[in-house]
């Protein structure tokens, strides 16, 4: 055996072994012969020659998952793939099939007559379905990275916009009672419940801010409560006091009055 043939069977060595199946196709008369396939359907539907674009029919038909088939008919229209193959050597798409799932076909320039076109076309199937699937989990992967990215800034956002309204209430009691403490500084007992009512504020905001510094918790978009034992005409008295001085600088009239069947319960009271 010359150097050159032993190259060229080395060559078809490779291509069929990494190729599911090869037929060569005769252009001038239209007939297919295969070369190789390790398809057992293909093998039981083709045969070993046969009519090209028959052939090329069946196959669309009956390896070809639906949603790919009129794809796959437009490219193994011989027509077409004559004038494709006089530019270039080889036309290739892929498909996902319902034997191996996704694969490429191609069609490779043979022989070509004096005026270019060829006579001989070779069409190969190649199994890529392992590495079509990773590509596939990987973008599914990023796309859920993206959406994930996507509704942290949008929980990180609500839960800030909340959480600089929910400052301004205590805050502004804060400002309230501090000015009515200085025009009653000689009066011990509005002097002393305005303090109480200030450290009460105070105490609420401070918590806020805590809330908004542990930036973990904006990334999971909620808070975790963190639940204790609670007396409740304490809480009843700092959730009113907080409102108390924005009615009456308004000169709302605020009266409210307590009835309850326990004294404590558990929540959260920030």
């Known amino acids: 055996m010359g150097a050159e ?14 190729c599911t199946s090869i037929y060569r196709i005769n ?83 043979g022989k070509r007559g004096e005026d270019g076109y060829c006579t001989e076309i070779v069409w190969t199937t190649v199994d890529v379905n392992e590495q ?3 590509e596939l989990s990987q973008l599914k992967a990023l796309e859920e990275a993206k959406r994930a990215a996507i509704e942290a800034n949008r929980a990180k956002s609500t839960f800030l916009f909340n959480m600089s309204h929910d400052i301004r209430t205590p805050m502004n009691a804060i400002i309230g009672f501090t000015g009515l403490l200085e025009k ?13 009512k200030l450290k009460e504020a105070s105490a609420l905001l401070l918590g806020l801010i805590n809330n908004v510094l542990e930036m973990s918790r904006i990334e999971k978009g909620h808070l975790d409560l963190d639940i204790q034992a609670w007396g409740v005409e304490q809480m009843y008295d700092s959730f009113c006091s907080v409102f108390l001085d924005m009615m009456v600088q308004k000169g709302i009239t605020f009266c409210h009055f307590m009835d309850v069947a326990h004294e404590f319960l558990f929540c959260d009271p920030i």
């Open 5 to 18: 043939l032993r190259r060229a069977y080395e060559v078809i060595q490779f291509v069929s072994r990494s």
């Open 184 to 196: 009653h500084q000689d009066e011990p007992g509005r002097r002393n419940d305005y303090l109480n």
């Open 27 to 109: 252009m001038q008369t239209g007939r297919y012969f295969q070369v190789s396939t390790m398809l057992e359907k293909v093998d039981r539907l083709l045969g070993t020659e046969g009519d090209a674009r028959e052939g090329l029919r069946m196959l669309c038909d009956y390896i070809v998952k639906p949603e790919w088939k009129e794809t796959m008919r437009a490219f193994t229209d011989l027509d077409r793939v004559r004038e494709q193959l006089r530019t270039l050597p080889i036309v290739k798409q892929e498909f996902e099939g319902n034997i191996r799932g996704w694969a490429i076909a191609s069609f490779v320039a």
């Open 132 to 134: 079509k699937l990773r």
